[in-house]
């Protein structure tokens, strides 16, 4: 049993990535066509540094980062990112709300901290690279 799951280790981490990835890029396009529709951008304003430049760092961890993360590039790094977004959208943007509203954030992050620990993985460019490393 343990040779099995063991086998299925690396494919089902590849399934986590593309899947919670995938998933993830949804929320970052529309992030995205709200940045480049123009007008005044709503959004929350993270530390004071402006809605604008917010919405533009967490399109880079729910759009740019999943991308990353899908191909098994720099994994641990990128999942750190959303994972880092989705606690702040979680506690900070949504702490008032009740559950149901956040448990998506709660969910994204419970998933990419799991990658942050793991890793991408045998099947992803970081495996390749440690691979190039070592010999």
Sequence with gaps: MSNLIERLNPILLLLARFGSSSMMMVH???KWEKL???GEIKFFDFIGMGPTVTLVLTILAELV????????LWTRY???LIAFTMFIAAFVVHAGDP????????TYLI?????MVTGAG???IDARMATKKAD
């Design 28 to 30: 970052g396009f529309h």
């Design 36 to 38: 480049v529709a123009g």
């Design 65 to 72: 980062a999943p991308v990353l993360i899908i191909v098994g």
């Design 78 to 80: 990128a999942s750190a």
């Design 99 to 106: 559950l149901e509203d956040r448990e998506a954030s709660l």
């Design 111 to 115: 998933l990419f901290l799991l990658l």
């Design 122 to 124: 045998r099947f992803s």
